[in-house]
């Protein structure tokens, strides 16, 4: 079950179909990402960005094609699909504090109940991960008494605190005032000069453009086309993103 | 400057928010004690003309007079006692089914409400089906099925079966195996009671401590370990000290029956209010002829009888009992010794009553997992918490901010619906109230002291509610 570390791919999604009712929402999405890599997924709102990458860790299933995440294939096994859940982290847009918990609960919870550390070492770790995102002196408060961005942040280092080998990424800007989204891709860009591989839904096109090594535009549940920044907003393929950059970028 | 020359300024009296508000308060006031005033002199008038057996206008005397009744169930209660005290064991066995229902009608709420938010969907359907049905017909049918229909078709005393070590289920009772502290284990009750106090203290403290320190976290453990440390010190003391009482004489009677006791007046006989009884001692009952004709235990008021004993029994001898004895109920003839029984008329009503409120409590439970935003299940189960963690430190502590405030409408509800034992015959304060209006023709006096008693018993459950409603609110900024 244990990984196949040697393997450069981590995630592997070959014709991956889902409905929702009668409404094809993915149409024979594949793509593969690289240990390390940091790829961005952008696209028109619904044009099935979020339930892709929900669909990497079974928050939604998929009806046909195989996703493979870092060696352990995403079956209805419930083993496999915790093993998997344990490997990736989750970062929303709503962020999804636990609001009864403190700081320091939110981000030991896991640990300790699913990864079974033991509390002091749980909150060792918490404290250097708050530290890492900026804001060990918020430990003690609770997520209601946080500004926006200082939230985003702890979801981040909740997500990290399992040491997860993947970070998933749904618009974790897009519910923020503008003077906090600085901060989070801040951490973001920190995370992913780290080593992370990281798959990233945004519209923060700076982001894309500093930090993806690639970049998968998606549209009507239909990867459209994958390709490096450069390529991308320099010289993009196809008409429909075309069409969608001149619309974010005027 | 300007904003509070602005606010000094006062409009005419009658247009001024602050004095509009106080003197609508004071309006209401003056209507609330109209109509209390008028009520109470109609009351008044009507005592004085009917001129009632408990002596005309609200005289509480009669509370003092013997109430020459006995009463069923319950603290023992003999008809030589009084009327007040008739009263208190009424309200002590409201207070034992309606403590018992809480709990009880809480956790089979909490379950079925899971039930119907769960993806198992023959288990839903079951817990939608339970809820609908007890939840739509009359508590008084139900109660009358559950007496009537379930308990009164239980086979008879001489035909039940035993359920494995735990007893037995007849028409007339349950009768069941049960740990009781022993003569010498009769400080355990002081233990267990110091063993609470110390707890909460131990808990309150911890809380305060951790508060001070900064860390989070409740002081429930560190007060549960003090309670279980009072009771486990109680035991070994007790255990160390036991012994038998030096004057500890029997009283053997027809062969077969008799007492244990401390002849606290040393004249060799049983005195009732004088001598002591000992509960929950071993005792070996010999033949004249030396040979082991019975053994068993005293009961809990130091008595004991056989049946059917092959030789009469002329001498007893008894053994130092451990501070704790479990009890098993035997047959004996028509009914059983031993263990702890249930009437039927206990398990009936606390049957309707928990299982009625249950199916109130499981919609508000279903309702109050359904109130916490999606995303929190989501955020838990992506971290790899399971269905099970996410329902227990994710999702329900969440909830019970919107189950609680209805919640306790339902625990109101099944304190005041145990009044309906009037149905069944089990002695509850408003069934031995009517007893006692009966005798005594203190209508008024009766029904005051009724409503006052589950008037304070839903202030006192509304209170600590509110109180527990405050330590789960979220904090917010
Ligand atoms: N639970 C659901 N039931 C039915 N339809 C759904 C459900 N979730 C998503 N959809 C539909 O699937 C499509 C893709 O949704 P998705 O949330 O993946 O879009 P998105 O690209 O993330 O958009 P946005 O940028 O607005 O977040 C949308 O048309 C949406 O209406
Ligand atoms: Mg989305």
Redesign the pocket.
């Known amino acids: 079950m244990a990984g196949h570390a040697e393997d450069a791919d981590i995630i592997i999604a070959k014709n991956v179909n889902k409905w929702?009712?009668e409404?094809h929402?993915l149409k024979n999405v594949s793509l593969t990402v690289k240990r390390r890599e940091v790829v961005v997924i952008i696209?028109p709102?619904?044009?099935?960005?979020?339930?892709?990458i929900r669909t990497i860790n079974r928050l939604e299933e998929h009806q046909s094609g195989d996703i493979v995440v870092d060696g352990i294939p995403l079956t209805r096994d419930v083993r496999n699909i915790e093993a998997i859940r344990m490997e990736t982290g989750m970062v929303f847009q709503q962020f999804n504090l636990f609001p009864h918990l403190t700081v320091m609960q939110n981000i030991t919870l896991a640990p300790i109940h699913v990864r079974k550390m033991k509390k002091q070492e749980a909150e060792a770790r918490a404290m250097q991960l708050l530290e890492r995102v900026g804001i060990p002196e918020q430990a003690q408060k609770y997520p209601g008494q946080l500004s926006g961005g200082q939230q985003q942040r702890v979801a981040i280092a909740r997500a990290l605190a399992m040491q997860p080998k993947i970070m998933l990424f749904d618009?974790p800007t897009s519910a923020l005032d503008p003077e906090m989204i600085r901060e989070v891709l801040e951490v973001m860009e920190e995370l992913a000069e780290s080593g992370m591989t990281m798959v990233v839904?945004t519209h923060e096109m700076g982001f894309a453009k500093g930090v993806a090594d690639r970049i998968v535009f998606?549209d009507s549940?239909e990867i459209v086309e994958i390709g490096t920044p450069d390529h991308f907003f320099t010289n993009p393929q196809h008409d429909r993103t075309k069409l969608f950059l001149q619309q974010i970028l005027k | 400057m300007t904003s509070s020359t602005l606010s000094t300024q006062r409009p005419p009296f009658y247009r001024d928010t602050r004095t509009i508000a106080i003197m609508l308060q004071v309006l209401f006031l003056l209507v609330v004690l109209l109509i209390g005033w008028f009520l109470y002199n109609n009351m008044v008038t009507r005592l004085a003309a009917g001129n009632t057996a408990a002596g005309g206008a609200l005289s509480w005397g009669f509370l003092g007079q013997t109430a020459g009744f006995g009463i069923s169930e319950g603290p023992t209660f003999r008809p030589e006692e009084s009327y007040g005290r008739a009263y208190l064991v009424g309200v002590i066995n409201t207070l034992r089914v309606g403590i018992v229902g809480v709990i009880l009608a809480t956790v089979l709420g909490l379950l079925a409400g899971i039930a119907r938010v769960s993806n198992n969907w023959l288990l839903s359907k079951l817990a939608m089906v339970y809820v609908e049905i007890f939840r739509s017909t009359p508590l008084l049918v139900q109660l009358l099925f559950w007496y009537v229909g379930v308990i009164a078709a239980l086979p008879p005393i001489q035909e039940a079966a035993p359920l494995g070590d735990l007893g037995y289920l007849t028409n007339r009772g349950m009768y069941l195996t049960w740990i009781f502290p022993s003569e010498t284990g009769r400080a355990l009750t002081w233990w267990l009671l110091g063993g609470v106090i110390v707890g909460v203290m131990v808990a309150w403290l911890r809380r305060r401590q951790l508060e001070r320190a900064g860390v989070p976290g409740s002081g429930v453990m560190a007060g549960f370990a003090a309670f279980v440390l009072v009771l486990v010190i109680g035991f070994l003391v007790a255990l160390g000290a036991s012994q038998m009482p030096t004057t500890t004489t029997y009283e053997l009677r027809r062969g077969d029956r008799g007492a244990l006791f401390e002849d606290i007046n040393g004249n060799g006989a049983f005195d009732l209010n004088v001598d002591r009884p000992l509960a929950y001692v071993p005792i070996t009952l010999y033949g004249a002829d030396g040979q082991v004709v019975a053994s068993g235990m005293t009961n809990g008021d130091g008595a004991f009888r056989f049946i059917d004993l092959p030789a009469e029994a002329t001498r007893l001898e008894w053994t130092t009992p451990a501070p704790l004895v479990v009890s098993e109920p035997q047959r004996q003839g028509f009914n059983f010794s031993g263990g702890i029984s249930v009437t039927p008329e206990f398990a009936a009503l606390l049957l309707a009553l928990v299982v009625y409120t249950g199916a109130f409590i499981a919609e508000i439970v279903r309702a109050g997992i359904n109130a916490v935003n999606k995303g929190q299940w989501e955020a838990s189960r992506a971290l790899g918490l399971s269905t099970g963690a996410t329902l227990r430190m994710v999702v329900l502590p969440q909830a019970l901010r919107v189950i609680i405030p209805p919640l306790t409408s339902q625990y109101l509800n099944l304190v005041k619906n145990s009044s309906l034992a009037i149905a069944v015959g089990y002695p509850d304060l408003f069934n031995v109230s009517r007893t006692i209006v009966n005798q005594t023709g203190a209508e008024v006096q009766g029904i005051l002291l009724v409503m006052a008693t589950y008037l304070t018993f839903s202030l006192i459950t509304s209170l600590f509610m509110n109180w527990y409603n405050k330590r789960v609110a979220l904090v917010e900024r």
């Open positions: 929702y009712g409404f929402a696209g709102s619904g044009s099935g960005k979020s339930t892709f618009e839904v998606m549940g």
